[in-house]
């Protein structure tokens, strides 16, 4: 079955730190480029971080530059979103997406949650 799954989300207090992890499986992510967006509750998704297939970061949403890094592990077929300094604001399902020409794959989310 072809599927990307991510994992890493949770509770923290404001000025944490998480890092979220988005696996495949059934496919490999080498030639896929990798966003990672999020959905706050009454807002529409937004587009966080996007990383090219050559490791390239091609996208940064203003508010989490400085404080987010997108990376891949092509070996464990892996992209990671670390994220510190989080913020009430950054409190939302956090979904990735790999994409390249004629494919396209979104996993189910997972839920980031910042507050004391």
């Known amino acids: 079955q072809l599927q990307l799954v991510e994992s890493g989300g949770g509770l923290v207090q404001p000025g944490g730190s998480l890092r979220l992890s988005c696996a495949a499986s059934?496919?490999?992510?080498?030639?896929?480029?990798v966003g990672w967006f999020r959905q706050a509750p009454g807002k529409e998704r937004e587009g966080v971080s996007c990383i090219s297939s050559s490791d390239e970061i091609i996208y940064s949403e203003d508010s989490v530059k400085g404080r987010f890094t997108i990376s891949r592990d092509n070996a464990k077929n892996t992209v990671y979103l670390q994220m510190k300094s989080l913020e009430p604001e950054d409190t939302a399902v956090y979904y990735c997406?790999?994409?390249?020409?004629?494919?396209?794959?979104w996993g189910p989310g997972t839920q980031v949650t910042v507050t004391y």
């Open positions: 997406n790999a994409q390249k020409t004629m494919a396209e794959y």
């Open positions: 059934g496919f490999t992510l080498d030639d896929y480029a």
